[in-house]
DNA sequence: CCTGCCCCATA
DNA sequence: GTATGGGGCAGGA
């Protein structure tokens, strides 16, 4: 089959018109191991995944080239292996590779599979003794470069760039992504000239390249762009400034060299076979068929057979030994699947199913709730999980049925299977359903085949209810409101919903059921939840779609492996909310959940969906002033410390000051090394240093641009057009949001170059912001907590309240008050929120601990009821292990009493800060809920859009503004009524313009 | 590729 | 001194 050894003529050699592919076979092996599905078998149980991949590719590249457009086709073509680990690098450098893993069990029999697809198919497999695939590469490359051939490399790994040039291009087709000059810089920090020099430096790990201690990539970039190249880099090493760089280059400089020999590529092996060799043959349809019908590819069977000719009925699958491979034992894996089911026998936990979701069934009695959680705690450990028994539902009729089941039982445990975390983006790719413990099914609607998917998706998978149809008969149950919906998490799939049209309700949601009841003791998710309530460790995401790289989306995951995955996600939410609902009664945190959490999962939902509008190139022009702006603040930077490094590198910016300027540093952070902080390079430019002072500048801007200006415009949903951020509504033990991905909780506002980045939030065209935020509610929180009559009357009569507690500590009138005087004040009472200690206060200003101690003093006699209101909660979470805010919300420190005394004094002062906190976001949080009907109710159309903790922002068409704003600072002002009666007044100030920046 | 660390943006 | 999320770097799988 390989037709190198016909030699009577030798071929022409290659021209400009010509193409050569070179295939690395030996990492795609590998990477499509782990890109593709976990289990991808044959009939018989043979892992033939990675084979499948390869094929599919060796195809596409063959009939096509790069690109479907004509003329790309390869003149020239080979694939390339390794022959065995012991290669010339081994004997320069024996760890070199010595601690590659063995291949995973299911992966040894395709290596052979492999090659002999690639004979299969016409196409050249070359190997050779004492040589890596990579150095074969190189030479072929070369040689057909220099006869002026076009060349193609087609692998992933990092250790061919060095090649790419005018003629060697290189493409990955595992990440379908072509490997030009940028793509190197990108990752090297330098050309494809100089990736061997930076190699030699950094070093891998991976393959036990040594390259030099302490120094990765980036900085290796930096000295190679500096001296040139690695020689020259060590002929000059006495001059590095950083000491321990200096001595590790001088140290190591024989192991660099060592390690450049290892990276770089040989590009002049002998090699056996001629370049000119690699012409490309025609494919033989029938062996190529044979074998791909041995595989069990049918769609590719039947695209090979298409093309070529051949009939598929009329061949016979190939047949070939394969090394490492025997049929699986069949007994042994069905005694396997008998023992599982011999726990499937699950005793009918509620015989009234129906009776579980009605409230009639908590009984009302606080000793009864107890003994029914109690008893629901027992069950939910004794009752086990059988994935076997869970339904997959194909057909219109069984999803009817499940649908009647879960109405008459008058509950449901509900989730949803999709492509992406993003519900804004994501598609729906199935849903499952739990009645009771134990019965759940799943139902797949939009899988698809996962055979095609190196190069292009495959066709829905047959089997599954069209989506449509699907919808029309989950949305009655799913809106039903005699029937309870239970989720883990819900406010993901009510968004998920409500794009395809459904408003889920009425509903629980297990996550924030957990949250009511346990916030501080552990996470919500449901993994843990199942762990902790359950005994149970349910299939991990991990398992069924891969991680890191090669995880696939949902679509592609099996329906077998699915619909285990996926029902015991329902049925596990069933048997957390069987454990935790009956709690709420018992441990009397109802109102909290049913006030402060439930309502939440549509109003965030609403406000997620809405997200705002970013002017994008606004953020594009700011990005380029900020790399400007850091360009001249560099050169300063590496003219002051005369050297250049890497200035967003704290560890070697710390030696720079403290090693090599000898400035008075001091502080080191906790492992050790010394810090940068602000508060320390602020105190080195108060001695008078300038270099310190130019480093705060540098990293003002590199934080606004890599953080905010280049991140941003990544998270612009391409069909709204708009930033969609994710509330978390149980990530915090206080009971605040959280905001992530983006999160818009903290876009900067505090300087000028960062409200630039506020000025890019904007209204569309014809609508105006509104930013509504709380003026000192935390305070006033604590006026009324504290119970504290000065802070009270200030807040009443609308006085300074930071010039108010000067003037009450220092005894001076507020009038004409020394600014400097004011800002103690208000340092000591943000000091009280966060449970104040007079190293902290000390701190933030600038003061000795001493004096900060005299302040705190002062202050606590002037306002006696502080210090009883926090001793009296360091009483209390000692005491009961959680304090409240004065919703009711608990927040939990099981640790509190630990024996560490430093500890300890952490856990008291989150204690005292988190009823304030707390009791702020719970204020929050009623006005969140109640504003949309609000507004609606009034006849305003604004749109609640972000929460920033103290702050809401809205949307609304220019000529709403003023029906608006009342409406919104009536709600916010007036939250705690009528459940509570503040002795403070709440004030709210409120503004509409064009962006953020303005409006706030 | 993942994790810990450091630093920093907000309230 | 409280509460978060996230970016860049370096080291170890």
Redesign the pocket.
Known sequence: MIRAMSNDASPPALTADDHLILVDGSTFIFRAYHALPPLTRKSDGLPVGAVSGFCNMLWKLLTEGLTPEKGDEPTHFAVIFDHSSKTFRSDIYPAYKAQRPEPPEDLIPQFGLIRTATRAFNVACIEQEGFEADDLIATYARQAAEMGARVTIVSGDKDLMQLIGPRVGMIDTMKNKIIGEPEVFEKFGVGPDKVIEVQSLAG???DNVPGV???????AAQLILEFGDLETLLANAHTIKQTKRRENLIEFAEQARISKQLVTLKTDVPVLIPVTDLAVEPVNGPQAVGFLKAMQFTTLTRRVADATGAEVANIEPSEFEIAGWHTPDAKGRQMERGDAAASVDLPDASASPRSTATPADVPAGLMTARALAEARQDEARSLKIDHAAYETVRDLDRLKAWVAEATEAGLVAFDTETTSLDAMQANLVGVSLATRPGRACYVPLGHVDGEGDLLGGGGLVPGQIPLREALDVLKPLLEDAGVLKIGQNLKYDYLLMLRYGVAIGPLDDTMLLSYALDAGKGGNGMDELSERWLGHAPISFKDVAG?????ITFDKVAIDKATAYAAEDADVTLRLWRVLKPRLASEAMTTVYETLERPMVPVLARMERRGISIDRQMLSRLSGDFAQGMAAVEADIYALAGETF?I???????DILFGKMGLPGGK??????????????DDLAAEGHELPVR??EW??L???????T??LPGFINPETRRVHTSY?LA????G?L??????L???????EA??KIRKAFVADKGRKLISA??SQ?ELRVLAHIADIPQLKTAFADGLDIHAMTASEMFGVPVKDMDPMVRRRAK??N????????A???????GISRGEAGDYIKMYFQRFPGIRDYMEAVKREVHDKGYVTTIFGRKAHYPDVNTSNPSMR???E??A???PI?GS?ADILRRAMVRMEGALAAAGSTAEMLLQ????LIFEVAEDGVDRAIPVIRQVMETACEPSLRLTVPLQVDARAADTWDEA?
């Open positions: 891998d790990s991976v201690p302490g120094i990765g990539l980036k900085t991680s890191g790289k090669s995880m890497n967003g590198s704290p560890k070697q910016l710390g080191k952070t906790k492992t050790g090394a010394w810090s940068t902080s602000v508060s320390v390079l480093i705060v990293r003002q590199a934080k606004l641009k890599s953080t905010y280049d991140a978390s990530a915090t033990t206080t605040r959280s905001s992530s991905e983006p999160n909780q903290n876009i900067p506002v505090r300087t960062g409200r935020d709380y509610i340092a000591i943000f000091g009280i929120i966060y449970g104040i200690s190293f902290g206060l000390a701190a933030q200003l004094a952490f856990f002062r989150a005292i800060n988190a906190q702020a920033v903790h103290d702050e706030h």
